[in-house]
């Protein structure tokens, strides 16, 4: 799918019209860092146009969107 700016404006403003109507949800303390990527990030940067599946088939270090690895030493219990 081509990205365009109409394509671009249309997830952006379904995107903000979620995050209205879940904002209680959406800004509660229990509310992660991998809930956001998922609800709100990675459909953002997928209607800019990246690839945050590789369906390029690209290496790792050729790939637009580079998968974080935990670090044991930030996970709080």
Do not use: C
């Not at 229990?30 to 390029?56: C, H, I, Q, T, V």
């Not at 290496?59 to 690895?69: A, D, L, N, P, Y």
């Amino acid at each position: 799918m081509t990205t365009t700016f109409d394509s671009f404006q249309d997830e952006l403003n379904r995107l903000v019209a979620t995050f209205e109507r879940g904002f209680k949800d959406f800004t509660a303390p229990d509310y992660s860092e991998a809930r956001l990527r998922e609800d709100f990030l990675n459909p953002l940067f997928r209607a800019l146009g990246w690839d945050m599946e590789n369906k390029s088939g690209l290496v790792q270090s050729q790939r637009e969107v580079e998968i974080e690895k935990v670090n044991t030493h930030d996970v709080r219990l």
